[in-house]
């Protein structure tokens, strides 16, 4: 524990290569090129960290990761240029002074929204983006104003600011650590954007619901319901009852969880409140039900859930579902 | 010269500083928030069921006080009193956040103040860990990319050369962020994920924890609770009492010496880990009861959106002042042993023995916690109904100071919702006051701002204060 750096042997590398070459579909013979990515000492391309208005949430998110570790792993991809919580340089402009001198070869993140009467942030993000070799909204706020939306319409995503090229989401709320380390190997290892959704998100990491890979969509199709969050007999039951949003949210959730891997929204009965989709706040609450008796269903996901559950429901010749827990699907646009 | 503006880096929320100096001194200090994110706004309308969800946005780093201060407000205002294992784990997971923060603050933010990264090439050695990573430090200066540290940080009299030292703080400084994982991952255990909990709701926890669980948590506690008393403690106090202690016993970032603490970790049945009170004017011994009557918003120069006050003064709330209302004795011991002022060291050491203090109490609450699941048909969760129109409150001590959750709620909805965070009441200046206490402990400072190095001082101070997003809600 001592070496300063995090306890980070050969063989813990080798584990994370292993486990980024599957997000990446790399095969076998690329995987010597990707560990070159990360073994470099000079020359790495930069990595600078814009901070909009947030809660700080996502760099906490980030800096508290194993495997997306910051110093040691992504450290050695890219050099940290600037991150306001973390730079020991205490002067923004100082330190992106040779950034703006010359055009480099640098990454941007964003993190957090855009006050519209900011115009000194929206400037400096514009003129940032425009040289960027690629930029990254990290998180909710960043990606469509997040939480921030819901207010009195002053904050929005970096999008919507008038930067010139389209930014790579990472839509979650926080970000998710490892979604940041994919993408950043993905841009480095091929050379090009991944694809992405409509809503700019990789398709790689965002393109099925949660629901579709969720551990507990077998008692979803069991007709299981969670109703008491103190009954061990309903352990592990599906949590719709409950007000899950797992249909409508599109994330690797199921399959990634959070923080290494350990827990996730829905293992602790917490539910999925849509956080990797825009304006999840307004469009999703309430995130919890007291023994509700009505899923909402919102917007254009409003199709493919009501057809999920009638799908569902219909293949079991289990209306009963529906009727045993009185759930009614009302559309809502 | 007037107007010198400061927007320094390491500070949670965005702000501005503007100085105007005279005389190589600073003669007033004005610090600006930008971005203010207006929570009533965002909070009005909403479902009260989802209070502790969009409470947790607040400020990433304060996330589970503000969590569980919505839902106790909720669940006070609705008489539900919500089962003991709930409780003890909406501590635990304070209390993860809470030690997250500290050492955040003290490592990330504050640290980087004080030394000089070029130092650790004189490092003596030739094996074992700091050798390498002094080795690896050098390849990075060599190369130009030292992030997030600078070669060319400006370095005053008082920055930390000693080769050994800086080698020990440095290698702490990477072994801080490995703690923040392991903090991450009990964060995790009992909340779902982190930052962000997702277990926490009205009427207690969503989930019955296993015995896995319990000790995945306990053995990463016992790593984490390692690392406070043997690393983290021992770092500040050396530093307290040694390159510090200049700073210290010049009295360096004293503002109004008014202290506020409220009756942290507390239950209506449990009687608080922190004890409330309230000392004015500096006088340490004399401690007055807390009566939350006297907590007052006062429209403040230049229509300030928040101004705070206590008994008609600007106060100073947060773990220096929980610990001086406890009369912790570490912390008086080397306060009064030392004649250090209550000030920017004072609030570093009060920090970390608050950390000391915490993870001492959550292996107590960890052991109640088993007892309580052992129980057969052991609750975690009240269900009740939200019906009518209530007026709740909570106040609560939060990782950056005290903080007021205040809402009107009718049946569902809330309708109106008023917030005060710890950063707030460093921000508020009193009725008649111009500083607001950040301002005040700037006030005089000696400074050049065309020389970095002599603007180190007042960075050293900003960076004592406790300065998360919690500053710019509204």
């Known amino acids: 524990m001592l070496s300063g750096f995090k306890s980070f042997n050969r063989r813990q590398f080798l584990k994370l290569l292993a486990y980024l070459a599957c997000i990446l579909g790399i095969e076998q013979d690329g995987l010597d090129r990707l560990s070159r990515i990360f073994a470099r000492v000079a020359d790495k391309p930069r990595l600078i960290w814009l901070t909009g208005t947030g809660c700080g949430g996502c760099s906490l998110s980030l800096i508290g990761s194993q495997r997306a570790d910051i110093v040691e792993l992504l450290g050695r991809a890219v050099s940290l240029t600037w991150h306001p919580f973390l730079s020991q340089e205490a002067n923004e402009e100082r330190a992106l002074k040779t950034v703006f001198e010359e055009a480099t070869d640098f990454y941007l993140i964003v993190e957090g929204a855009v006050s519209k009467e900011d115009r000194k942030f929206s400037s400096q993000l514009s003129q940032l983006a425009s040289r960027a070799q690629a930029v990254i909204a990290a998180g909710a706020c960043a990606s469509s104003g997040g939480i921030l939306s819901a207010g009195n319409g002053s904050f929005a995503g970096i999008s919507q600011s008038g930067i010139r090229s389209e930014p790579i989401r990472l839509s979650t709320c926080p970000l998710h650590p490892e979604h940041l380390l994919a993408v950043l190997s993905y841009l480095l290892y091929y050379g090009r954007f991944p694809e992405l959704d409509n809503f700019g998100r990789p398709v790689f990491l965002f393109g099925s619901s949660v629901h579709e890979s969720c551990p507990r969509r077998g008692s979803y199709e069991e007709g299981k319901f969670l109703k008491d969050y103190n009954s061990n007999e309903e352990a592990g039951y599906c949590l719709l009852l409950k007000g899950c949003r797992g249909f409508e949210a599109r994330s690797d959730c199921a399959v990634r969880q959070w923080n290494d891997g350990l827990n996730w929204c829905i293992a602790s009965n917490g539910g999925c409140q849509a956080c990797s989709e825009a304006n999840f706040l307004q469009r999703f609450e309430p995130f919890k039900r007291e023994g509700s008796t009505q899923i909402r269903v919102s917007g254009k996901a409003a199709a493919a859930a009501a057809g999920a559950v009638a799908g569902a429901t219909a293949a079991l010749g289990a209306k009963r579902i529906l009727k045993k827990h009185e759930c009614s699907i009302e559309r809502r646009s | ?474």
């Open chain 2, 1 to 474: 010269m007037n107007g010198v503006i400061l927007g320094p880096s390491r500070v949670g929320s965005k702000i501005e500083i503007v100085l105007d100096i005279e005389q190589a001194a600073i003669k007033r200090a004005r610090l600006k928030l930008l971005n203010v994110r207006n929570f009533s706004e965002i909070f009005k309308g909403r479902y009260v069921v989802d209070a502790p969800f969009v409470a947790s946005r607040i400020c990433g780093f304060c996330q589970t006080a503000h969590q569980v201060a919505a839902a106790q407000a909720v669940e006070t205002a609705f008489g539900v009193e919500i089962p003991e294992a709930a409780v003890l784990i909406r501590f635990l997971l304070k209390a993860v956040s809470h030690l997250s923060y500290h050492l955040f603050h003290f490592y990330q933010q504050a640290l980087p103040d004080w030394i000089d990264i070029k130092s650790i090439l004189a490092h003596k050695g030739s094996t074992g860990e700091l050798f390498q990573l002094k080795e690896r430090i050098r390849l990075l200066i060599e190369s130009g990319e030292s992030a997030p540290f600078s070669a060319d940080f400006p370095v005053d009299d008082e920055t930390i050369a000693d080769p050994e030292t800086v080698a020990g703080l440095l290698s702490h400084y990477y072994m801080a962020l490995e703690v923040q994982s392991w903090l991450a991952q009990m964060g995790a255990l009992l909340g779902g994920r982190f930052p962000h909990n997702q277990s926490i709701v009205l009427g207690g926890i969503t989930a019955v924890p296993g015995p896995d669980a319990l000790y995945q948590f306990k053995a990463l506690l016992d790593k984490v609770s390692s690392f406070v008393k043997k690393v983290y403690a021992s770092d500040v106090i050396a530093l307290v009492t040694g390159p510090l202690l200049e700073s210290g016993l010049r009295g360096d970032g004293v503002s109004y010496r008014n202290f506020l603490a409220g009756a942290g970790y507390s239950t209506s049945r449990n009687k608080g880990t922190f004890v409330s009170g309230f000392i004015s004017n500096g006088k340490l011994e004399n401690i007055a009861r807390f009566t939350p009557e006297k907590i007052n918003m006062v429209e403040g120069e230049g229509g300030k959106k928040k101004n705070v006050v206590y008994e008609n003064l600007p106060v100073e709330t947060g773990a220096l002042a929980r610990l001086l209302v406890l009369r912790e004795k570490n912390l008086l011991k080397v306060l009064d042993g030392k004649g250090i002022g209550p000030g920017a060291s004072a609030r570093h050491l009060a920090r970390t023995l608050e950390a000391v203090l915490l993870a001492n109490k959550m292996y107590y609450w960890l052991d109640k916690l088993f007892e309580e699941l052992s129980v057969p048909g052991c609750r975690v969760y009240s269900e009740f109904k939200i019906r009518g129109k209530r007026e709740a409150e909570a106040i609560i001590e939060t990782p950056s100071g005290l903080a007021v959750h205040r809402l009107a709620l009718d049946n569902s909805r809330i309708k109106e919702y008023l917030l005060v965070t710890g950063p707030h009441w460093l921000l508020s200046s009193g009725s008649n006051g111009r500083h607001s206490v950040i301002e005040k402990a700037l006030n005089g400072i000696t400074v050049d701002a065309e020389k970095p190095e002599k603007m180190l001082k007042l960075l050293r101070i900003i960076h004592s204060f406790d300065l998360c997003a919690c500053s710019s809600v509204g």
